[in-house]
């Protein structure tokens, strides 16, 4: 069901959503969180399409909201999704314009769910400072998407420089089928220190850069990323030990080849994750990721820091 509510307030918005609930059976008395997803300008199907498919693994309720795309004064247009057009959770969509652009969190707050957690997603452009945002203050986790910024490297040097705990970036969670593979193999005999890593892939893709931090600084050895032109992501992760490089290559973007000394080659499926899928993952846990913090202020350093 899809309900539109042109030129709007949040108060008629709070009153058709009891009126849904009361007549139509469509209750939040399921929901774990509120997820705000902050789209900005841009078009938030992509974002909302994701938030539903992870609504059925985390019944949430949704608040998105999105920018006019003319010039008007201020006014608050809305869309409610229920039922087969929400998934597990309820979408409330608010397209702003005017001065209503600059106090988002004051249109947000009367529709938060009570004694429910709340999470801000950003899946575009991420604030400077996502703790600091007045959507980012709401929240006690705060995703964004380096992926999609404009310019990833920048984007992870202010996320480093204003991090706290909360903050957690997509780009990492495409990156953990690859932290939890290569960590396995290390745990297996012989437990030889690694010399060198090196990672190959696509070269603005800005969770090579948080692979290469991660081991950089788990390890204590150099990381040498070689940048290609491939759409694919990350497609190798060499780690060089005195009795042979342990190497898990993905060419394909599909499936993965781990070879180790002494050992078969082992064909893995390693896809490249989908967005549903990531958000799913970050919505599962509302502590802190202090690895992801440690690697985004550390373990960053230490790459910038090699000769």
Known sequence: MIINLPRTTIRDINR?????????????????????????????????????????????????????????????????????????????????????????????????????????????????????????KLAARRITDSTECDRPAVTLNYLGRHYREGDTDLAWTRATRWRGLLAATLDQPPFEPVQRVVIAGEGTHPSLDLLGAWLGWALRCPVEIIRQDTPLAITQVRLERASGPIVLDRPDGREAILSQPGQPSHRIALPIRELRECLAEELRRLDADEVYGEVLQDGLQLLEDQP
Not at 67 to 80: F, K, S, Y
């Open 16 to 136: 058709r959503l009891l009126l849904e609930r009361d007549e139509g059976g469509a209750i939040a008395l399921g929901r774990v969180l509120t997820l705000i997803i902050d789209a900005g300008d841009r078009d938030p199907e992509g974002a909302i399409d994701a938030a539903r498919d992870a609504s059925l693994e985390h019944p949430c309720r949704v608040i998105v909201l999105t920018r006019a795309d003319t010039v008007r004064g201020a006014e608050l247009d809305a869309q409610i999704r229920l039922g087969g057009d929400a998934g597990a959770s309820e979408v409330i969509i608010l397209r702003t314009s005017g001065e209503l652009d600059e106090h988002v969190d004051t249109l947000v707050v009367p529709l938060l769910l009570p004694d429910a957690p709340i999470v801000v997603w950003w899946p575009y452009q991420a604030p400077t400072n996502p703790s600091q945002h007045p959507l980012g």
